[in-house]
């Protein structure tokens, strides 16, 4: 008898009992059965229902042994000794300082409640749970944009009760759920046609991880698209975007200021560790299935070679996604072009870590 093995037994029958409710929504030859308060009473309880399978999970187990180490003893240094020296120690730092922000807030609740155990765990995981339901309520919109609302709360029901996504967030511990929630977020504002909010929603994204560059090409796309192919130039509008743009990137700047002992070292200081990070791991493929991992190349050296036929393959992705992204006739483009991107990358790229397939 092992407690823990019965509540993942718990979790595993609710998820069948949701992945069965949503299987009926699916499949049920109805075109709108729920009324709009009715319809969204339901994604209230999926969420809800999801949230507490969350937090069960959480508690019950630590998570990556690793990573949850690191998160709590970054917490603990961004608040204890202020985010001007956190990449300015000896300590390992992988992160860009995006999600910094949020550990010195779970580093400030840390230290005031003194939290240890299984309610740090889940104060530690709280932020990836929360992006988790973000983006089933973000399903569940985008889907009920064009199908009934059933089928909409069966989509949302499908990505929260993914046993995958529980997984990675409330029991591994990992953040995937939020750079995927702020960079869906980048291609829906796109697709919208907001290129100025799309521009933020991007470079929130990218201050959470530099795996957000595999989404860039869609937001090029979206000014070719929007300006270029556009019946009638709108110049105003043009000067608006670039304004917007530039308004993102001085917003980045500025939050890497408080990074440094100076604004000028802080900004210097976080460059220089996006580029570190982004050298970091040369090896075909870091447990990531992809081509690579067919071949059994996980953890092997990159060679020069291999690393030009990845680029090589980078570019055909991007040539690829952009004909369908301009072969497309509505918004559905953004989204089929950006799967291209993501899973093309991942698959036929080198340095690919597992969980770069998650958005």
């Not at 300006?227 to 990137?249: C, H, P, R």
Request: proline share 3%; glycine share 6%.
């Amino acid at each position: 008898y092992d407690h823990k093995e019965v509540v993942m037994a718990a979790i595993l029958g609710i998820m069948v009992i949701c992945a069965v409710f949503g299987t009926v929504a699916w499949i049920t030859p109805v075109k709108d059965t729920f009324n709009k308060k009715t319809g969204k009473s339901y994604i209230v309880w999926v969420l809800l229902f999801g949230f507490i399978v969350r937090i069960i999970a959480a508690a019950s187990y630590k998570g990556h042994e690793t990573d949850m180490g690191c998160f709590s003893a970054w917490a603990d240094m961004a608040f204890g000794n202020g985010l001007s020296q956190f990449y300015l120690s000896d300590s390992f730092h992988d992160y860009p300082p995006g999600y910094l922000y949020v550990l010195y807030i779970i580093g400030a609740v840390k230290s005031l409640f003194n939290l240890q155990g299984e309610l740090l765990w889940v104060v530690l995981k709280l932020p990836s749970i929360l992006a988790d339901l973000s983006l089933g309520y973000m399903a569940y919109n985008l889907t009920a944009k064009r199908f009934s609302k059933t089928s909409a709360t069966a989509v949302a029901v499908f990505l929260v009760f993914n046993p995958v996504v529980i997984l990675n967030s409330s029991v591994w511990g990992q953040v995937d759920s939020i750079l995927a929630l702020f960079c869906v977020m980048a291609i829906y504002l796109a697709s919208e046609h907001k290129l100025g909010a799309s521009f933020f929603a991007f470079a929130a994204a990218l201050l959470i991880k530099p795996q957000a560059l595999f989404f860039a090409p869609v937001l090029l796309f979206a000014v070719i698209d929007e300006f270029y192919f556009s019946d009638e130039f709108d110049s105003k509008k043009f000067i608006k975007t670039i304004l917007m743009g530039l308004g993102a990137v001085a917003a980045m700047l500025i939050l890497f200021m408080p990074f440094g002992r100076t604004p000028i070292e802080g900004i210097s200081v976080i460059i220089n560790q996006y580029i570190d990070t982004i050298g970091q791991y040369k090896y075909m493929t870091v447990n990531a299935f992809n081509i690579y991992g067919v071949f059994r190349q996980n953890w092997t050296e990159l060679t020069p070679a291999i690393e030009m036929i990845g680029y090589t393959f980078i570019v055909a992705i991007v040539v690829f996604s952009g004909f369908v992204f301009f072969k497309g006739k509505d918004s559905s483009k953004y989204y089929l072009s950006s799967f291209i991107l993501v899973f093309g990358i991942f698959m036929l790229a080198p340095k690919m870590h597992e969980r770069y397939a998650f958005p």
